[in-house]
């Protein structure tokens, strides 16, 4: 998300009257604490971290020559909905699904590509620079992730020169990022924002301008607290400082070009749009109120892509009107100069007292990337360097650190799955012993009558 998105959001909300909240977010007060101090919200994240993790992996695999990016955004999506459908089914109230439409932006494009079915093919072709960017959420808590990856690269066919160079450089200043959040460092957003443009010009990149990391809270995708990377003079005076805080959850968005870091739109047409918050306006198509309510109803807070809705039509008509009259955000596909090549990585991190847990994102494969830069700068080489969570020490005590990984995460999802074929059991054997119950009782009652019928046998035969 870039900040001319986020200025606006809170404008809108600001200004605003208040009107009523949507499904999602009148269940907000639901759960007393939100915080992944819960263990059940923490789980609640790896669940979600899991599923985007899986989900992620797989698209990243049938990145192919001639695979069509629309089928491939669509299947995503599809995945994102059966994965999260099998969590909770017996909880009517807990809410899931997508949090972020699956997009695969190439080369130049910088992102939130994901083409409607009814649009022109877009085939993946040998040496492109792809993106894909995800999400999903449990409960309304929210897992993200982004990954970059060059069509046709491999262990005989390395990629080198620019390409591995952005790649490289992206990756690293997300890692540093991640690193720069632990609250005993006490570094302020801005002093993130400005370390992120001199380790990226290491490699002759540039971030791309006012594009943001930020918080994210329950049902909430774009939070307060924000990291701009290559922050214009406007958003540079606007910028509110800030530190980062333990128990706090983070989406780290890194977006590196080749070029100048400058992005604008062109002919792509707008296909993920996001429900603005308190913002009253009484559409004068049917259409459009048509489009509103589903959109309202199905997704709540969170960003979706009209590709999603049956009527496609409908949904071009209404989210057209809704964002002119600022009901819908949208998310536009953006891009750098022709020729220029922009690499994105994004994870989900919490801040644990113990330390910083990344729970979404794939390591870089660095067995297929030729770089040809070196850091020799000691502070950046040094936070690279830096665990993410300290080493445990041997015989120490404190705190039971609670550790999530994509092996407990899984089992996770087992766990509710077996917890679920469990009750269904349970209910089965209770309905088969009242079945035998019943049973037992009509041989009683029938038992009697059999021993009366044989005495008065006998007695006829005396």
Excluded: W
């Excluded at 990226?200 to 607290?225: C, Q, W």
């Excluded at 509710?416 to 049973?439: A, D, M, S």
């Amino acid at each position: 998300m870039s900040t001319k998105q986020k200025t606006k959001q809170r404008d809108l909300s600001s200004d605003s009257s208040k009107s009523g909240s949507s499904k999602n977010d009148s269940s907000v007060g639901d759960v007393k604490d939100t915080s992944p101090a819960s263990d059940k919200v923490f789980n609640k994240y790896g669940m979600a971290a899991e599923i985007v993790n899986t989900v992620l992996k797989e698209i990243l695999a049938e990145l192919k020559v001639d695979a069509e990016v629309g089928q491939l955004c669509s299947r995503g999506d599809a995945r994102i909905l059966e994965l999260t459908s099998n969590l909770f089914k017996r909880e009517k109230n807990v809410q899931k699904g997508i949090a972020m439409p699956t997009c695969i932006s190439i080369d130049n494009c910088v992102c939130h590509f994901s083409p409607l079915r009814s649009e022109p093919p877009v085939l993946l072709k040998e040496g492109q620079v792809v993106k894909v960017d995800l999400g999903a959420h449990v409960d309304g808590y929210i897992a993200t992730a982004a990954h970059t990856v060059v069509i046709g690269a491999n262990r005989d066919n390395k990629v080198t020169g620019k390409k591995a160079n952005v790649i490289v450089s992206a990756y690293n200043v997300m890692e540093m990022v991640l690193r720069m959040l632990k609250p005993e460092k006490n570094f302020k957003n801005v002093e993130i924002s400005e370390k992120m443009g001199k380790l990226a010009k290491i490699y002759e990149t540039t971030p791309i301008e006012n594009m943001l990391s930020h918080n994210i809270e329950r049902f909430k995708p774009v939070g307060d607290k924000q990291i701009i990377q290559n922050p214009g003079d406007e958003q540079k005076s606007k910028s509110e400082k800030c530190t980062f805080e333990t128990f706090e959850v983070y989406t780290i968005d890194v977006l590196i070009s080749t070029g100048e870091g400058k992005s604008k739109t062109l002919d792509a047409r707008t296909t993920i749009f996001k429900k603005t918050d308190d913002m009253v306006y009484n559409l004068k198509l049917k259409a459009s109120r048509s489009f509103f309510h589903e959109a309202q109803q199905k997704f709540g807070s969170m960003p979706f892509s009209i590709r999603d809705f049956e009527d496609e039509k409908v949904a071009k008509v209404g989210s057209t009107e809704c964002a002119k009259h600022d009901l819908m955000q949208p998310y536009p596909v953006l891009y750098e100069k022709e020729g220029d090549f922009v690499a994105q990585f994004k994870c989900t991190a919490i801040i644990m007292p113990n330390g910083i847990y990344k729970i979404t994102g794939i390591p870089l494969d660095n067995a297929i990337l030729k770089c040809d830069v070196k850091i020799d700068n000691n502070e950046f080489l040094g936070l690279l360097n830096e665990p993410l969570k300290p080493k445990k020490k041997k015989g120490g005590g404190g705190e039971k650190e609670k550790e999530i990984n994509n092996k407990e995460a899984e089992n996770n999802l087992v766990k509710e799955k077996k917890k679920e074929e469990v009750e269904k059991n349970v209910e089965t054997k209770k309905e088969e012993k009242k079945e035998n119950k019943g049973e037992k009782l009509e041989v009683k009652k029938e038992m009697p009558k059999k021993k009366n019928v044989e005495n008065k046998q006998k007695k006829k035969e005396g």
